[in-house]
């Protein structure tokens, strides 16, 4: 079973940044294909990001421009930057690894509010 600890949740002003980080406990990290979800009050969780074990990231249209996955497999961590925020990225985000079995974090909560 892979654990994942995701970190760096907040609250912030709208157009303000966080990064989130989510460190899993694996020495077959770089393997995985990583990926970061939320969701949101009364919604259906959605892919934010994600990061393929090759390197090849996607995003969704809503965060395009305004958010960056990577990953450090040295470090066993995979990390969301994200800029400019809006009140509607509040949310409880998850870190998602994919492997022969799907892992889960147990998220960490950011909210955009003035």
């Known amino acids: 079973q892979v654990q994942l600890v995701e970190s760096g949740g907040g609250l912030v002003q709208p157009g303000g940044s966080l990064r989130l980080s989510c460190t899993a406990s694996?020495?077959?990290?770089?393997?995985?294909?990583m990926g970061w979800y939320r969701q949101a009050p009364g919604k259906q969780r959605e892919l934010v990001a994600g990061?393929?074990?090759?390197?090849?990231?996607n995003y969704a249209d809503s965060v395009k421009g305004r958010c960056t996955i990577s990953r450090d497999n040295t470090k066993n961590t995979v990390y969301l930057q994200m800029n400019s925020l809006k009140p509607e990225d509040t949310a409880v985000y998850y870190c998602?690894?994919?492997?022969?079995?799907?892992?889960w974090g147990q998220g960490t909560l950011v909210t955009v509010s003035s």
């Open positions: 694996t020495k077959i990290f770089s393997v995985y294909d």
């Open positions: 990061i393929t074990s090759g390197g090849r990231t």
């Open positions: 998602n690894a994919e492997g022969t079995r799907s892992h």
